[in-house]
């Protein structure tokens, strides 16, 4: 009997001018099953990564001041390096 390994879903969060953007908040909103409460930060370089427990498709928000939220849709076996553009307020 095999455990089930969860799946990253991993990708960079930069503004409109393509720049990273740091410290945006990206977390679950929709999963496949319960999915736990948690967050991941970005880091300086706008990259982020989220365990999705199980296989399937997930929604993803991000949000960062200064910046208009953004929702996306998911497969995890599309979820490797994202590119998410979050517009300034």
Known sequence: MSAAHPRLIAGVIRDESGAPVKGARVYFTDAPTPAPDVAALTGSDGSFSLA???EGTYTLE???DGFAARRTTVATEEADGLELTLRRR
């Open 52 to 54: 999705a427990p199980v």
């Open 62 to 64: 991000c949000n960062a």
